[in-house]
């Protein structure tokens, strides 16, 4: 110790006790972290020490004499002032302020100023001391965090997105306000409980919400789900409620955060978008079945309109006079035109509410083509057109379409070609692949052509740009039903038209990645004609002997009945028995076996539809061939001609399948 004192500096002389007071005051004003400073009752700098010089940027020298009202916010100085006045009176003991000084650059600095009264000896106030920090940094970092929790507020109301933490040690939670906002809760509450929630979820979401939970909880995955609240006043509210757990080693759910989101106008607005979809989809249903219904009501008598016409024209009833020939043209043609403006209108009812089945299969373009111009040959010769199908040099690849659908197209676009050419003009069809992974079959004609302030109108149902005014047979909805038919096969339409030269119109079908001739030996042949005839069942052909050719004829028409029945007188020893439903043909099949079943199996009622296919299933059976009357008609339609019963051909088909002829 002694060695120890012996180094160490010593004062010259030992202090009084006084002189060491002061020195140790001395030390610590100067040298503190804090401000300090001393001023009389009015406020005004006595002493200030440096580090009060450092906080306001002034020199001590420029602060002593001057009041601390001088560098006080304005808005500071009451409080200050008035909390002084208390203390020097003794009404309050030492205070504690944040208050803000103007420092001497102009900025404001934030403080936490103590004062205190200094007193004599004698214990009469006589100093006002404040011990001042800083807290600038604090109260900056404060305000932003206010600033930003505003903000969040703000962001949360206009959004309509509420935040929530749980703590699932305690359960205890933390709502942001938006969340009483959502669930309409007055003010804010410093506990809020899963059961506060609970209170506002629609009783029939309480079990979903449950068990969405648990599962997120069981799997650690996120919770996210869509449920309605049940507001006192009875409202609906949607909210879309998003968390995440996080978890304790062995598995303990920690702490849940998450957001709760207000979704009800999007919900309303995705209810009414639905409802409307669904009514409009009804209301499709009830067109589409009323077309249906329709068509078939008027494609029945407008039949044995054309039937009994046909007949006529045979003059098995008689010799016609010229002017007779004439009037019953006149009455096939307007059939058939009306027939086949049923047709059509059915056609793209059914294609609008997506009732349309395609078979997409690789086909080869130019068999269609092929198939195809036969049907149009006697068009094109009526009016001396000559029809050209550019043979390629090399193999063309097969493209994807639906066989009929794309004859059906094919001949709407030649028939077309030849309609509204000039007479003695040209068609010429090419096929080639124009642009990558599509084959293009191209009509072009030599006529009229499209006036270009027309062209808008070409795919338009029903318009018919002008050629109403020309005499020229049409219904203005071939083009349109054609577009739908290449779109639903994955295609294209398109055309370029010059008027008074002529027009082209092309269609573009993918590719089906395949060699021609590869996939059309795997093909089944096309039949040549009859089409829309069921197939004959076995032993349709088989031959019979003149005894059992007994035809079984369905039909509830009398019209038709009768028709039929005339028709039939045109063939020797054949009986006919004719019943009104398919359940009285299963009956009637009992007590006979007949050689053939004549019906027709387009009409769209379901239950007799179901009846048919039950009969048609035990005609199988017993190998009874079966000749189905409307698929006759319709696919007369779709491979383009539109033409009504054919009493002609039904009369031969009916031979050939009893196994008169062929
Ligand atoms: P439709 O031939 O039954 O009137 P479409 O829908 O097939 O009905 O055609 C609509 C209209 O487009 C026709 O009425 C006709 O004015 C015009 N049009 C169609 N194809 C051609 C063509 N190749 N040349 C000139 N005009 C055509």
Known sequence: MKQADKKRPHPAAPMSESEESDSLFHAVFNQSGVGICYSDFEGVFIRVNARFCEITGYTAEELVGHSFAEITHPDDIAIDARLGDELIAGTRGPYTLEKRYIRKSGEIVWVRITVTLARKPDGTPYRLVGVIEDI?????????????????????????????EIDHRDESRIWSEELFAILEIEGTVDNPTFELFEQRVHPQDRAL????????????????????????????????????????????PLRSVGTVQDVTNRKLAEIALRQAKESAES?????MDF??????????????????????????AGPLQPKQREYLRDIMTGGRHLLELIQDILELAKIDAGRIGLKIEPIDALTVIGDALPLIERMAAARAITLHVARPVTALPLMLADRVRLRQVFLNLLSNAIKYNKLGGRVDVTCAETRPGFLRISVRDTG????????????????RLGAES????????GLSLTKKLVELMGGRIGYQSVVEEGSTFWVDLPIAGQVRGQAASAEPPIPAHGEGLQPARAGSNSRITREERRLLYVEDNPAYVRLIERAL?????????????????????????PSLILIDCGDPDPLR???????????????????DFGANQASERTSGGGEPVDIPRLLSEIERRIGISG
């Open 470 to 477: 020309m005499a020229i047979e049409g219904t203005g909805i």
């Open 569 to 593: 007188g045109q063939i020797p020893a054949v009986s006919l028995t004719t019943v009104h439903t398919a359940e009285l043909a299963l009956v009637a099949m009992r007590s006979m076996a």
């Open 291 to 316: 077309l249906a219904n329709m068509s078939h009501e008027l494609r029945t008598p407008l039949n044995a309109i054309l039937g009994y016409a046909q007949m006529l024209e045979t003059e098995h």
């Open 283 to 287: 209301a499709n249903r009830a067109k």
């Open 209 to 252: 919400i449950q068990k969405t939970n648990a599962e997120a909880i069981a799997n650690r995955a996120p919770y996210d789900l869509t449920h309605r609240l049940l507001m006192p006043d009875e409202r609906i509210k949607y909210v879309e409620v998003r968390g995440q757990t996080s978890y304790a080693d062995d598995g303990t």
């Open 136 to 164: 600038n940094h604090m109260m900056l970092t404060e305000q932003a965090l206010r600033a930003s929790e505003t903000r969040l507020r703000q962001a949360q109301n206009i959004a309509r997105i509420a935040s929530y």
């Open 609 to 627: 539809q179901e009846s048919r296919r039950r009969l048609l299933a035990v005609a199988e059976q017993r190998r009874i061939p079966v000749l």
């Open 448 to 463: 009229i052509g499209i006036k270009p302030e027309r062209q808008a109108e070409l795919f338009v149902p029903f318009s």
